[in-house]
């Protein structure tokens, strides 16, 4: 019995694998506890092995490797179409094989552990970020029941705050000082904590020469270039730069038929993160750009004049994706004068 492809349908104790050979047909089907899942998987002794690119997925993927087998991991929206009749571990487990089999299927490229580490301070970050807000906002809805109204930004929050706990004034009453106080002591640690995640980020970006490479473009600092490196490392998945920004979803979404292109707003595929920090970094070029008259900066000045603004942010966020692919996948350093001609 030769397996060619074994599809694995990923879990936490109990893992289904579906072995088929070249021609596709079943060879091999088993439900393997967790404890006896590698061993079951070295003994079978596949060609290849594909999976769901899902929470565990790249570890188990680099103990495969380690094993001398090849690993393809496919994203779960684009196995859901080849499961048949009801959906159980059995039929995902195929599903995955099927989808592994196709000549044309897109697969997820493996992370490195070094990889794993940037994006868990990035995910720990962005939630440190999200809790300072809601408590922000949260003060903010005290307060505006008490008729104290304050600007949404951080920095008119930390102005404010220590006006109001002056006096006792009106319905800003001891006890809702002291609420508003006890918010702010939390939102002064998160801040440490946050400054603490991006002296990490800082750390890794010394490290990597992918990341300082990056980072030289406008508009990517520091936690773009690790963010992009941890997501596409290489990039060498790509084809080219418009296969990046595509993935990224800063190309438009088409729904053309009957040879009439229809092209609509951005698809907004992919990380959304990677996106809005592309994009962000966008709109910091976009404020500096009045006035100059670099090959860039005219561009961008035209492109709003015509456009607007948003727009294009937009269309410079889709340009420094295509510049860091080609950047991430060859040995050329960054040339501003190239990228901006």
């Known amino acids: 019995m030769q397996i060619d492809i074994l599809g694995i349908d990923l879990a936490k104790r109990v893992f289904q694998l579906h072995g088929a050979d070249r021609q596709g047909r079943t060879v091999y089907a088993a439900k393997v506890m967790r404890a006896a899942f590698l061993e079951t998987v070295r003994e079978s002794r596949p060609r290849i092995v594909a999976m769901e690119a899902c929470g565990s997925a790249h570890h188990w993927a680099r103990c495969f490797r380690a094993m001398g087998i090849e690993v393809r991991l496919i994203s779960p929206q684009y196995v859901t179409p080849f499961v048949k009749t009801n959906k159980n571990d059995r039929n995902d487990a195929q599903a995955i094989v099927e989808a592994a089999s196709r000549p044309t299927m897109n697969f997820v490229t493996v992370k490195s552990v070094e990889q794993q580490d940037i994006q868990a301070v990035h995910r720990v970050r962005e939630l440190l970020v999200q809790q300072r807000t809601a408590l922000i906002n949260q003060a903010r809805g005290l307060l505006a029941e008490r008729g104290v109204s304050i600007a949404q930004t951080r920095q008119a929050f930390k102005r404010e705050v220590p006006k109001i706990m002056g006096t006792c004034e009106g319905e800003v009453t001891s006890v809702c000082q002291a609420m508003v106080l006890e918010i702010s002591q939390q939102i002064h640690a998160l801040e440490e904590r946050i400054k603490h995640a991006e002296t990490w980020l800082k750390s890794f970006m010394k490290q990597s020469a992918l990341c300082r490479k990056i980072a030289a473009i406008d508009g990517v600092g520091t936690i773009t270039a690790t963010a992009m490196v941890a997501s596409v490392g290489e990039a060498k998945e790509f084809k080219n730069g418009r296969h990046l920004s595509a993935w990224l979803g800063l190309v438009p979404r088409q729904h053309s038929s009957g040879g009439k292109s229809q092209l609509r707003g951005i698809s907004k595929r992919g990380d959304k993160c990677l ?57 050329m350093p960054y040339r501003p004068s190239a990228a901006t001609r």
């Open 275 to 331: 996106r809005a920090l592309l994009v962000h970094g966008a709109r910091s070029v976009l404020r500096y750009a009045v006035g100059k008259t670099d090959v860039q900066s005219r561009w961008l000045q035209d492109l709003i004049a015509r456009r607007g603004y948003n727009c294009a942010a937009v269309a410079l966020a889709n340009k420094n994706a295509r510049v860091i692919q080609a950047l991430l996948s060859s040995d």
